[in-house]
């Protein structure tokens, strides 16, 4: 089997040379011992392209899925209530959803989250914009996010998903366990771990986690400030994007009190130059 696929990896267009060079070598070490030959691109809207070919070429396919997944690359591959892997492309204020990428097949189709959505899997059905809600939950810009599709409209060029219930429970698992996060965007896990021992905060992280290629979870050690520790960082994550994920702040937020205090306290993320 010789194939053309897309991986569900969207690699930022201002580091794409650097990081493509980090993928690349992981593609390598998954296909270590198989006979296969792979040849990688990117898409206009960022999302890695693999042309793969030799014997074990099925074989590779398909641990690429299990390990990273697949991304559509047309219309035709997308049904009502498939799962993907999705990246956050915009949080639009005056339509009041998240503007997501799922994959090629976004070049030609818009595809969001709407509020009604956001609020009643998120906020117990509390009306609450769109754009706090994608802040408390650290839904920004580049973070990837587990969609399901909910409606196709091929005529209007729009698709309609919801946060999927893998992803529900991710966050409503990151809330019990009471610890702050960092989400961190941009880069690759190794730059970040080396920004980690740069700026000394190694005793502050007790884990990371790879939520993708170019985004990870910080897990801060119980009573540690997500945006102390984010500030600390500062001057060795100039290309990443940091955001704070508070539990306390949802709690707030779904019980409808007032968290303005939260939102400034956690308001550090960086922009990448």
């Not at 267009?13 to 990081?19: I, N, P, T």
């Not at 610890?179 to 965007?185: F, L, Q, Y």
């Not at 937020?253 to 922009?271: E, I, P, Q, V, W």
Request: charged share 25%; glycine share 6%; aromatic share 6%.
């Amino acid at each position: 089997m010789n194939g053309k696929l897309s991986i569900a990896e969207r690699i930022p267009r201002y580091a794409q040379k650097e990081l493509m060079t980090v993928f690349k070598a992981r593609i390598l070490k998954l296909s270590s011992g198989l006979d296969v030959s792979v040849q990688l691109g990117v898409t206009s809207n960022g999302f890695v392209n693999a042309e793969i070919e030799g014997s074990d070429s099925e074989f590779f396919v398909e641990l690429i899925k299990r390990r990273i997944g697949l991304a559509p690359s047309s219309l035709s591959m997308i049904e009502v209530d498939d799962n993907f892997k999705a990246f956050v492309n915009l949080i639009n204020a005056n339509r009041q959803s998240i503007e997501v990428e799922i994959g090629p097949a976004s070049t030609n189709v818009k595809s969001e989250i709407v509020k009604e959505a956001l609020i009643a899997q998120l906020c117990d059905g509390k009306n609450i914009a769109v754009d706090r809600v994608a802040q408390a939950y650290c839904i920004q810009e580049g973070t990837p996010i587990l969609v399901r599709i909910r409606c196709i409209d091929p005529e209007r060029g729009q698709i309609t998903a919801w946060i999927s219930d893998d992803q529900v429970a991710r966050f409503d698992q990151w809330r019990r366990e009471r610890t702050h996060r960092i989400i961190a965007v941009g880069g690759s896990h190794e730059k970040l771990n080396e920004a980690i021992r740069l700026s000394k905060v190694q005793r502050d992280i007790i884990q990371t986690e790879e939520l993708s290629f170019t985004a990870n979870s910080l897990v801060c050690k119980l009573g540690t400030d997500a945006p102390g520790i984010i500030a600390k960082m500062g001057h060795y994550v100039r290309e990443f994007k940091l955001y704070a994920f508070l539990p306390e702040r949802l709690d707030k937020l779904r019980t409808g009190l007032s968290n303005n205090r939260f939102l400034a306290k956690a308001d550090h993320g960086r922009t990448s130059p």
